[in-house]
């Protein structure tokens, strides 16, 4: 048997078409354009194509984008201070902040994260809208585990009374997916580095996600004839010679697991395509909440 593959270009293109449409709808209703602002602090490469990527999603749906660029030695206090004006910008409707920080600020990640007004807070990721989430009521979510949900739906996989089992308790990706799994009626067990009898745990799960981050390391043997296995993780192989890039790899074994799971997400081209299309969702969304 060979798994149906879930491609997330399939699934980011329609999240990505709902989000245009909506803020069309938006224009059209009130004359505004949902605007999101990214803040990158100093010149982390990875962050630096991360942002140009949602610069450009922004542009091609009709998301007014603004790329704030602060130095590498920005003080906390500067951050703040801009975030400040954001939450005071008309014309924006979702702030974001590029992780990871400089190393300097990585201790005020939480109090810079933490400022931004949670109705902006497009990352979901303000204890407003993570309390929100839990109680089950509206809330900007985070844009990976949510994307990953609304993939499972879309693909018709049924979750209700399903086993789900999450490989990590990240607060981006392994906790949200618990919750947001645990909202649409799934049995849920959440996983760590200190489960014990890993495998026999992902082998009941009719639903896997692997949040590790850690290439191949959900094999074959951990998953269960028939189950749908959503790989989060992305990880760089070592390069085979030097000057050459190292290949890119999810936290599962995907050829192995091909051949036993019922669904699966592939790496490149499975969750990652999503994760930008949630993001312009949620600005919309952030949009459609202020002005209402
Ligand atoms: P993290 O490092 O914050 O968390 C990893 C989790 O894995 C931890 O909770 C840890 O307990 C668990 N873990 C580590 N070793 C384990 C073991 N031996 N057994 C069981 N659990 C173990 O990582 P994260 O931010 O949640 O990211 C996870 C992966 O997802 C990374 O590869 C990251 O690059 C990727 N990611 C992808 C997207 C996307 O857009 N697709 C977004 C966020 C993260």
Avoid at 114 to 138: A, L, T, Y
């Amino acid at each position: 048997m060979s798994a149906r593959i879930l491609e997330g270009k399939v699934f980011a293109g329609q999240f990505k078409e709902d989000a245009r449409k909506r803020a069309a709808a938006l224009k059209e209703k009130y004359g505004v354009q949902p605007g999101l602002a990214v803040i990158i602090v100093g010149h982390d490469p990875a962050s630096e194509v991360y942002v140009r990527n949602k610069h450009k999603a922004c542009e091609e749906l009709g998301i007014y984008s603004e790329v704030i660029e602060m130095a590498e030695d920005s003080s906390k206090e500067e951050i703040l201070a801009r975030i400040d004006s954001l939450n005071k910008d008309a014309k924006i409707h979702g702030i974001l902040v590029q992780l990871p920080l400089p190393k300097a600020l990585r201790s005020s990640e939480e109090e810079i994260l933490d400022s931004i007004d949670p109705v902006k807070d497009v990352d979901g990721f303000h204890p407003v809208n993570v309390g929100r989430m839990v109680k089950g009521e509206e809330a900007l979510l985070p844009c990976t585990p949510h994307g990953c949900l609304k993939m499972l739906e879309l693909a018709g996989i049924e979750i209700e009374g399903k086993k789900a089992v999450v490989v990590g308790r990240s607060n981006i990706v392994g906790k949200p997916m618990l919750h947001l799994l645990l909202a649409r009626n799934a049995t849920v067990t959440i996983c760590h580095s200190r489960t014990e009898n890993l495998p026999a745990v992902t082998r009941e799960a009719d639903i896997l996600v692997a949040a590790v981050g850690c290439p191949k390391f959900i094999t074959a043997d951990m998953v269960k004839e028939g189950a749908t296995v959503i790989d989060v993780g992305i990880n760089r192989l070592p390069p085979a010679e030097p000057g050459a890039k190292g290949k890119l790899v999810g936290d599962v074994d995907f050829e192995a697991a091909l051949e036993v799971a019922g669904a699966i997400t592939p790496v490149p081209g499975g969750v990652g395509l999503l994760t930008v299309a949630m993001l312009m969702e949620n600005v919309v969304q952030a949009a459609e909440m202020q002005l209402a």
